[in-house]
C-alpha cells in the first residue's frame, strides 16, 4: 500500500482496489494519477503464474513492500554487528568522541581529558577511575552525535561495544530506511530493495557503520528527513488531486482556479523533516546545506505539483499557498531542535563558555546571556574549523571522492609471523580502510552522468532529488579547498548513490511496457552488476574488519598506490 493516498469511495472489486493502491498501474490519463503516481506491481499474468487470485496478491504486494525491506537489514545488522568490539581500542578521531560522549553522560558537557589525542588504553581497564575533569573543554562539533554514542555507552559502558553500538544501530537502521524511501520514490519495491542492499554492501558505510564517529550519525538524520519530504510531497499532492473536478466519466481534469487557490493542510511530515534537519545540524555543521538544499528542492515540488493541478502561474501560486509554511515548518523547527540540543551545556555552571556574556552590555544587550554565550563559542568553533589547514597524511580533495582517490586508514598494525592470528611465514596485515566499494562507486560515477540526462532533457523529479542528495553533501565541500578534509566525509551522501545507481539499473532492465526479451536482458545485465559488487565487497572485507591476512593480500588489494 502506498504510504500517502487512502480511497475515498468502497473499491468495487479486487482489481479496482488494486489499481487504487497501486498494486496494478492504470492508464494515467486521470491528473490524479500523474499527481501521485501508483506503485506499478505484478500484473495480471504474474498472478495467473504464481496462482494467486487478486485478494491474495494484494495482500503478498502489500506484505512485500515490508518483508523485503527487513529481510535487506536484518542482513545488514549481521555483518555491522559481526565482531563489532574489535579492535580493543580507540580508532582514528573515535578518542575524541568516545570521550566526549562518556563526558556528556557524567557531566551534561564536554569536560577535560589529559592528553585527548593519544588512546589511552588506561579509560578501558577501569571506567569509574577516567581521567576526566568538569572544566569545561571547547570541541569542534555540537553535541547531538556524542548522545547519540552516549547511549550505547550509557547501556554497554565506556568500551568499544558500547561507542559503536549506536553508530551499528543507525547504519543498519539507514539501510531499512533506504529500502522504503527507494520504494516510494521508484513506486518499485524490487528498486527500494535494491538500493538498501548496495548500501549494506559499500564499504564506506559498513566501516563508518562500526565506528564512533559522526559522520553516519549526520547521513542517517538527513537521510530520515529525505524520507519524511517524500512523504510529506505525496500526501500534499494527494489534497491537491482531491480537490480537482472530476468530469462524467470519473476521471479528474486540471483545473486553474483549484491548482491556484487549495490549499495543502497540515503537513507533519515537513515539520518532522525540519526536526531531522536540525538533529543533522547539531551533529556536524554540514547538515546545515541539506536544510537549504532540502528547502529549495520541496518548493520545486510544490511548483510542479501545481503546474500539472493546471495552474497558470505555478510560482505564484507556491508563493502565496506554500513558500510561508515550507520556511515555517523547515528552518524554524529546526533551529528550536538545534538549540534544544545544547540543553546540557545551558544548565551546566562549567561549561566552555557558558557565562561568557554574563554581565556584559552592549548593543546584543537584550538577547539572554546564555544565547550570547552560546554565539561567542559557536563562532570561536566556526573560525577554528574554516581555519583547519594542519597536513594530514590522509587528507583528499572533494575532486577525488566519487572516485575514491585517497581513502583513509583508520587503523593498521603489522603482526609478526607466528603472532596474533599470523600464521604465514611473513609478517600479515590488519587494517581497517575507509573505502567505497570500488564497483559501487565507479558505477554511481556513471549513474550519476544518467541521471543528470533524466533531469535536465526528461524533467525526471526523481533523478532531480537524488541529485540534489548528493549535491547538499557534496559541492558545499569545494568551498573549503584549503581545509583539512577526508573522503570518509562522503558518507553523508551514500545513500543518494545507492539510490543512483538502482534508478539506473531499474532502466536497464526496462520499463514496464517492454517486451519479454528486452526485460530479460535488461535483468541479466542487472543482476551481473549487482554480483560483481558483491563480490567486490566481499574481496574487500577484510581491509575493511581488519582481519589478519598476509601481506601480500593486503598489498594486491590496494589497487591503486593512493590508497596506501
Known amino acids: 500500500m502506498p504510504d500517502g493516498t487512502r480511497p475515498t469511495t468502497a473499491p468495487r472489486d479486487w482489481t479496482d482496489r488494486l489499481r487504487r493502491f497501486g498494486y496494478a498501474a492504470p492508464p494515467r490519463s486521470d491528473v490524479r494519477e500523474r499527481l501521485v503516481p501508483p506503485f506499478p506491481e505484478p500484473g495480471t499474468r504474474v498472478w495467473e503464474r504464481l496462482g494467486l ?37 580507540l580508532v582514528f578521531d573515535e578518542t575524541y568522541y568516545a570521550k566526549d560522549a562518556w563526558a556528556l553522560l557524567r557531566l551534561g558537557y564536554e569536560g577535560t581529558w589529559p592528553d585527548r589525542k593519544i588512546a589511552d588504553p588506561g579509560i578501558l581497564a577501569d571506567p569509574q577511575k577516567v581521567p576526566l575533569t568538569d572544566a569545561g573543554a571547547f570541541v569542534a562539533h555540537p553535541p547531538t552525535g556524542k548522545w547519540v554514542i552516549a547511549l550505547g555507552e550509557g547501556a554497554f559502558g565506556l568500551e568499544p561495544f558500547g561507542w559503536r553500538f549506536m553508530t551499528a544501530v543507525l547504519g543498519t537502521l539507514s539501510v531499512l530506511m533506504l529500502c522504503r524511501t527507494g ?70 481534469g486540471p483545473d486553474r482556479d483549484a491548482a491556484a487557490r487549495t490549499g495543502t493542510g497540515p503537513r507533519p511530515w515537513r515539520l518532522a523533516a525540519g526536526f531531522f534537519l536540525g538533529l543533522a545540524a547539531s551533529t556536524k555543521w554540514n547538515g546545515l546545506y541539506f536544510l537549504v538544499f532540502f528547502v529549495i528542492l520541496t518548493l520545486l515540488w510544490d511548483v510542479g505539483a501545481r503546474r500539472t493541478a ?6 505564484r501560486a507556491v508563493l502565496r499557498k506554500d513558500f510561508g509554511w515550507s520556511l515555517l515548518s523547515l528552518v524554524p523547527v529546526a533551529v528550536v531542535t538545534y538549540l534544544v540540543t545544547w540543553t546540557g551545556w545551558f544548565l551546566s555552571d562549567d561549561g566552555y563558555g557558558r557565562h561568557w556574556a554574563d554581565g556584559r552590555g552592549g548593543t546584543w544587550s537584550w538577547i539572554p546571556a546564555p544565547l550570547r554565550s552560546l554565539w561567542h563559542y559557536e563562532h570561536a568553533v566556526y573560525r577554528f574549523n574554516v581555519g583547519l ?15 575514491l582517490g585517497r581513502p583513509v586508514l583508520f587503523s593498521y598494525q603489522s603482526p609478526k609471523a607466528g603472532r596474533d592470528g599470523c600464521h604465514t611465514a611473513s609478517d600479515c596485515s590488519q587494517a581497517i580502510l575507509a573505502l567505497g566499494t570500488p564497483l559501487l562507486w565507479w558505477s554511481a560515477c556513471c549513474a550519476l552522468v544518467y541521471l543528470l540526462f533524466r533531469w535536465a532533457l526528461r524533467r525526471d523529479w526523481r533523478a532531480g532529488a537524488v541529485l540534489c542528495g548528493v549535491g547538499a553533501g557534496y559541492l558545499p565541500w569545494f568551498l573549503y579547498q584549503d581545509r583539512t578534509v577526508f573522503a570518509f566525509y562522503a558518507v553523508v551522501f551514500v545513500p543518494y548513490l545507492c539510490l543512483a545507481v ?8 526496462g520499463p514496464p511496457g517492454a517486451d519479454e526479451s528486452r526485460r530479460t536482458r535488461g535483468a541479466v545485465a542487472a ?38
Open 53 to 89: 487470485g487478486p485478494a491474495r496478491a494484494y495482500r503478498v504486494a502489500r506484505a512485500m513492500g515490508w518483508v523485503g525491506p527487513v529481510l535487506v537489514a536484518l542482513f545488514a545488522g549481521a555483518i555491522r554487528f559481526r565482531r563489532l568490539g574489535r579492535p580493543h581500542d
Open 183 to 252: 520504494r516510494r520514490l521508484f513506486r518499485s519495491t524490487v528498486l527500494g530493495c535494491l538500493a538498501g542492499l548496495l548500501m549494506a554492501m559499500d564499504g564506506l558505510h559498513y566501516v563508518m557503520s562500526r565506528v564512533a564517529l559522526l559522520d553516519l550519525v549526520v547521513m542517517f538524520f538527513v537521510l530520515a528527513a529525505f524520507a519524511a519530504l517524500l512523504i510529506d510531497r505525496d500526501r500534499a499532492r494527494a489534497r491537491l488531486a482531491a480537490a480537482l473536478p472530476v468530469g462524467s466519466d470519473g476521471r479528474a
Open 310 to 315: 493546471g495552474a497558470r502561474r505555478p510560482y
Open 389 to 403: 589547514d594542519t597536513f594530514h597524511k590522509y587528507e583528499s580533495n572533494p575532486w577525488s571522492w566519487l572516485v
Open 502 to 509: 538502482a534508478m539506473t539499473l531499474g532502466a536497464l532492465a
Open 527 to 564: 543482476g551481473v552488476l549487482v554480483l560483481l559488487i558483491a563480490w567486490n565487497f566481499i574481496y574487500f572485507f577484510p581491509v575493511y574488519t581488519g582481519q589478519t591476512i598476509p601481506y601480500a593480500d593486503w598489498h594486491a588489494r590496494m589497487w591503486l598506490d593512493t590508497w596506501i
